[in-house]
Nanobody, 118 residues
Framework: QVQLVESGGGLVQAGGSLKLSCAAS????????MGWYRQAAGKQRELVAT???????NYADSVKGRFTISRDNAKNTMYLQMNSLKPEDTAVYYC????????????WGQGTQVTVSS
């Protein structure tokens, strides 16, 4: 089992910045990839960014150049630096940890609200 706890959400004006954190604990050695997803009201959850254990990153087109995903292995913590925020970035942001080899597992945090005002 892997436990994930997000922090860092809040209310910010358009053009501002926020940094989300996701602290992981438990069977972290079984995880192949971690990432951030978001779900806006009335919409499906969507991928924001992922990072593999060797540091490879992937971003949704909508956040490229504005968001940066990173990891601190010593602290078992993942981050999402969000700059130039837009109202359309408003959503609940979820931390994900994935085991991609059998048995495949997906773990989720409780989510943290990010609200960007115009």
């Amino acid at each position: 089992q892997v436990q994930l706890v997000e922090s860092g959400g809040g209310l910010v004006q358009a053009g501002g910045s926020l940094k989300l954190s996701c602290a992981a604990s438990g069977s972290i050695s079984t995880i192949n990839r971690m990432g951030w997803y978001r779900q806006a009201a009335g919409k499906q959850r969507e991928l924001v960014a992922t990072i593999t254990m060797d540091g490879s990153t992937n971003y949704a087109d909508s956040v490229k150049g504005r968001f940066t995903i990173s990891r601190d292995n010593a602290k078992n913590t993942m981050y999402l630096q969000m700059n130039s925020l837009k109202p359309e970035d408003t959503a609940v942001y979820y931390c994900n940890a994935a085991r991609l080899t059998p048995p495949v597992r997906n773990y989720w945090g409780q989510g943290t609200q990010v609200t960007v005002s115009s």
